[in-house]
């Protein structure tokens, strides 16, 4: 082991770089520019190029092209730049191009962007929201893998605590199944033969007059529909005899879960959930999670976003009521008064009245 | 002598049809386009350009949103079909990271200079090694014809009906006199397909645009003004004359930079390369 002190950035950047990374762009934003410093800073000396974009428009559409030549390319920003990116990354996941994307949000209140995507037309994005700087790091080579495995961009979701808290962690480089070809790629090799190749978002086919979205979009339905059955990831734990769960994601996470422990050794029967895939949302796993339970309380940081989706899988089994809700500091960087233990202790224990989950 | 056409008696053979002279990166002459539309002459001398210079084979264009994104389907090269104004930037992250390939872009006025101007403007301040070509028409073709930002004063459009006042709709962008001066831009050219000294005048711009790519240069650009009859609202056969008499006056032809080098005037490029 070699374990060193480093904020989630550096980690994710070295994370990047470890799974094959060669290509990244941004525009600096608080609190996403620490991540394109580390990859301005690292790329170059691992054989990469990293652009500082001159908007964020530029960022995405560079990254599509590096991409699009079967080269790891990733980009990001915080989600207000994400908002200027959504036209591309619609176009991106209808070209069928594996790029990963980073939100190092202020807040979650991205979480309906990150999930519904705010760009047109019917396209899907793997979303992975790690709670800590380790899971980051795993996360984040995972999103490569993905994004090839699938062709299609995959979105993690980090926020001001995940950038920048230092965490004792060693960046190893994973190994996955292997991958197909990417014989899609383009280097120009296929031209002059009467077969290019041609990346685009509206099936059109060389040598075809016009276009056929209807079958494209229809086969890109099915992609995703595949990737919605194949790739929901979920932690919990305490469901045992569990009368209130909570249920929250990402940063918001790690206060939950320290929470629940801390209650449960109390004798507290309260449970604990957590989407690690915010899309595809583990439905099916919450809803047994929540099956025994008298009452689902949502903890997010946001005026209540993800609990449509609870309330989704928990179908009326319980009542779902949110325990979250908009919490911001001064800056407006998403670090506001939620985010300490005995304030989310307060308001679990305020869900627990009524629920019967006191011993 | 067996080039000039003998008008004292019946021709040996019959008229050669278009298709003969399709060049070897095009899959066939079936496309959309409207009759007399500049835009197919504009394409054949970029594709031959690439087959001059045995590029075809590594070879990748960047495409936009236009009347001439229907031309793909005719392109045998390598393509990524980019957003209205956004290939610039694509062009730019395949570049860098295929540094072997020849990479060029193929827009619009409505895409370039409307839509997507600051792309354009920092890849040539970057001095990225990408080549763009600007298709201007002085219309929004696809959308009916409607005015962009090259649109000339006077012009009639579906959007200035009376034709483009200065003081009303603003002034026209001179592309090729905007982005030549920048540091990264090595070469800049405006051509013409109104004639056919026209078109082969920017054959060879578009060559000397690649040959600067080539070479690490820096960022090339080559505007072709094109007709678009349909647009202008003028019978097909006008279109050549209006191109040259209303389009031409502003956007003026010739090379504006070669070498890193403003041009005093535009100038021709020289015959012999
Ligand atoms: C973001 C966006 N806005 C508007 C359009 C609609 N649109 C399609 S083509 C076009 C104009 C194209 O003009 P130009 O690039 O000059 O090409 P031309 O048709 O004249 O060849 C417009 C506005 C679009 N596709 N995307
Ligand atoms: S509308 Fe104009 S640019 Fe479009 S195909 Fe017709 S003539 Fe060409
Ligand atoms: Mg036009």
Known sequence: MTRRLMEGSEAMAEAAIAAGCRFFAGYPMTPFTELLENFAAKLPTAGGTCINAESELEAVGMAWGACATGA?????????????????????????LPLVVFNMARGQSDYYQATRGGGHGDYRHLVLAPIDVNEAIHHVQLAFHLADHWRNPVLIYGDYLLGHTAEAVDVVREGF???????????????????????????????????????????????????????KRFDQEHLEDAELL?????????????????????????????????????????????????????????????????????????????????????????????????????????????????? | MSDIIRTDRPPEAAARKTGEFMPTLQLSTDHDLCPGCGEPLALRTVLESIVDLGMSQQCVGVIGIGCYTALTSIMDVDLIQALHGRAPSVATG?????????????????????????????????????????????????????????????????????????????????????????????????????????????????????????RGDGFSI?????????????????????????????????EWKRDGQLLQQAADPPEAD
């Not at chain 1, 915080?78 to 996941?93: K, R």
């Not at chain 1, 509206?202 to 790739?231: T, Y």
């Not at chain 1, 929540?290 to 089994?317: F, P, T, Y």
């Not at chain 2, 831009?185 to 060559?207: L, Q």
Request: aromatic share 6%.
């Open chain 1, 72 to 96: 790891r390319a990733a980009t990001g920003s915080t989600g207000q730049g994400l908002s200027l990116m959504q036209e591309s990354l619609s176009e991106i996941t209808r070209a069928e």
């Open chain 1, 177 to 231: 199944d292997p991958l197909p070809e990417k014989d899609w790629a383009v280097d120009g090799s296929r031209g002059g033969g009467g077969d290019p190749r041609n990346l685009n978002p509206i099936g059109m086919v060389p040598g075809i007059k016009g276009i056929d979205p209807d079958s494209f979009w229809k086969r890109l339905q099915a992609k995703h529909d595949a990737m919605e059955a194949a790739e």
């Open chain 1, 246 to 359: 909570v249920v929250a994601f990402g940063s918001m996470a790690r206060f939950a879960r320290h929470v629940v422990r801390e209650l449960r050794a109390e004798g507290v029967r309260v449970g604990y959930f957590r989407p690690i895939t915010l899309w595809p949302f583990p439905s099916e796993a919450l809803a047994q999670a929540a099956a025994g339970v008298r009452k689902v309380a949502v903890l997010e940081q946001n005026a209540g976003q993800m609990i449509d989706d609870v309330r989704l899988s928990v179908l009326g089994a319980a009542p779902v009521a949110p325990i979250g809700g908009i919490s911001s500091d001064s800056a407006g960087f998403g670090v506001g008064p939620l985010l300490d233990i005995e304030t989310i202790r307060g308001r679990v224990e305020n869900a627990l009245d009524g629920s019967g989950a006191r011993a």
């Open chain 2, 94 to 214: 395949s570049k860098r990271m295929r540094p072997e390939t020849l990479i060029f872009t193929l827009q619009g006025d409505g895409d370039m200079a409307n839509e997507g101007l600051q792309e354009v403007i920092h890849t040539a301040a970057r001095g990225e090694s990408v080549t763009c070509i600007l298709l201007n028409n002085g219309v929004f073709g696809e959308t009916g014809g409607h005015m962009t930002a090259t649109t000339v004063i006077g012009q009639r459009t579906k959007n200035s009906l009376d034709g483009r006042d200065a003081a009303y709709h603003g002034h026209p962008i001179d592309m090729i006199g905007l982005l030549a001066p920048l540091g990264g831009t090595a070469y800049a050219a405006r051509g013409s397909v109104h004639d056919a000294a026209g078109v082969a005048k920017t054959r060879r711009m578009v060559r000397r645009a690649f040959e600067a790519q080539l």
């Open chain 2, 222 to 254: 080559v505007e072709i003004l094109t007709m678009c009859p349909t647009g202008w609202f003028i019978p097909t056969e006008e279109g050549p004359d209006y191109l040259d008499t209303v389009m031409g006056e502003i956007h003026v032809t010739g």
